[in-house]
């Protein structure tokens, strides 16, 4: 069953270091998603992206997130430099229509 | 504004059916949403439903809508301990593209 994958599992980073998580929707998907968990805080939307370009953002999606599909299957988070409130679980999720599939997350931990 | 809210705990015995309830606060949510979450891994749709249904069956999982109320359910019947994990609703308010704004989830634990 063709599932998202998500790359690394996880990732510690020191304060103010660039990060990238990357992500491989489901192939036949057109739609493509970020969102992050606190630990024991509710799963957040980040940005939306389709046909090339960001649908729809919210307001953590800051000047210090970017995303990307840079070659057609891999789809990036960036976050330029960390702060120590960026960590959390990060989650990519694909759709094609009503039904988004998750991967199963990036722990990003910044120190 | 949008707000989905759901009890934080529930214990059954299994064997038993599971209820979890869940509210929302906008009345133009199309899709409302079943994730669930297992220790350490990701979000797994368990099920969806179309806001102009009032119920939905799959299997052991039974979605029930009250539009009216904004309230949506999930019964899991004859839970086994596998069932245990933390259950997420969620609603997508415009279209299939849109945001999916999540409840705080509902951790279930089952009871021999």
């Known amino acids: 069953e063709p599932e998202v994958t998500q790359t690394p599992s996880h990732q510690v980073t020191q304060m103010g270091q660039e990060v990238i998580l990357r992500c491989v929707p489901i192939s036949n998907h057109l739609y493509f998603y970020w969102y992050r968990q606190i630990l024991g805080q509710k799963v957040e939307f980040l940005v939306s992206f389709y046909n090339n370009e960001i649908s729809e953002k919210s307001e953590i999606f800051d000047d210090q997130f970017s995303v990307e599909r840079p070659d057609g299957s891999n789809f990036t988070l960036k976050i330029r430099s960390t702060k120590l409130e960026d960590s959390a679980m990060y989650f990519c999720?694909?759709?094609?229509?009503?039904?988004?599939?998750f991967g199963q997350g990036t722990r990003l931990t910044v120190v | 504004g949008e707000d989905v809210e759901q009890s934080l705990f529930l214990s059954v015995r299994e064997g038993d059916s599971s209820v979890i309830n869940c509210t929302y606060t906008?009345?133009?949510?199309?899709?409302l949403y079943w994730y669930k979450q297992e220790p350490g891994a990701g979000l797994q749709l368990l099920t969806y439903?179309?806001?102009?249904?009032d119920m939905k069956q799959d299997q052991r999982l039974t979605v029930l809508l009250n539009k009216k109320d904004k309230h949506l359910s999930l019964r899991i019947a004859d839970t086994q301990t596998g069932d245990s994990a933390i259950y997420f609703c969620?609603?997508?308010?415009?279209?299939?593209?849109?945001?999916?704004?999540f409840g705080s989830g509902t951790r279930l634990s089952i009871r021999p």
């Open positions: 439903i179309f806001s102009n249904m």
């Open positions: 999720a694909s759709s094609k229509g009503a039904e988004a599939f």
């Open positions: 969620a609603e997508s308010l415009y279209s299939s593209a849109s945001k999916i704004i």
């Open positions: 906008d009345s133009s949510s199309t899709y």
